[in-house]
Nanobody, 126 residues
Framework: QVQLIESGGGLVQAGESLRLSCAASGRTISDRAMGWFRQTPGKEREFVAAISWTGSSTDYADSVKGRFTISRDNAKNTVYLEMNSLKPEDTAVYYC???????????????????WGQGTQVTVSS
């Protein structure tokens, strides 16, 4: 079983940047697609970004496209989410997750992921 620990969250002003990290332990994640999701109180957890196991394919929610970048360093067993031009509506708890397989399908749904981190809070003030 893999353990995921997110870090890098915090309080920033609108327009600023943050870089989230997701460090995995217990097993390698180099053979899994990875995803970032976010959740606000009372709402469903929503897809933010995903990256294939090789790193050659990525996808983003429309709301973050052009502002967020997902990347991975398989040698460090870590996935990143670079967030630029942050907006108040980006405020949420951000979670990383390992997809159940290498397959680059269904990565926008929470059901496709089997391990989740505890989350890191991102707060963007206006």
């Amino acid at each position: 079983q893999v353990q995921l620990i997110e870090s890098g969250g915090g309080l920033v002003q609108a327009g600023e940047s943050l870089r989230l990290s997701c460090a995995a332990s217990g097993r390698t994640i180099s053979d899994r697609a990875m995803g970032w999701f976010r959740q606000t109180p009372g709402k469903e957890r929503e897809f933010v970004a995903a990256i294939s196991w090789t790193g050659s394919s990525t996808d983003y929610a429309d709301s973050v496209k052009g502002r967020f970048t997902i990347s991975r360093d398989n040698a460090k067993n870590t996935v990143y989410l670079e967030m630029n031009s942050l907006k108040p509506e980006d405020t949420a708890v951000y979670y990383c997750a390992t997809k159940t397989s290498k397959r680059w399908l269904g990565y926008t749904t929470t059901f496709a992921y089997d391990s989740w981190g505890q989350g890191t809070q991102v707060t963007v003030s206006s």
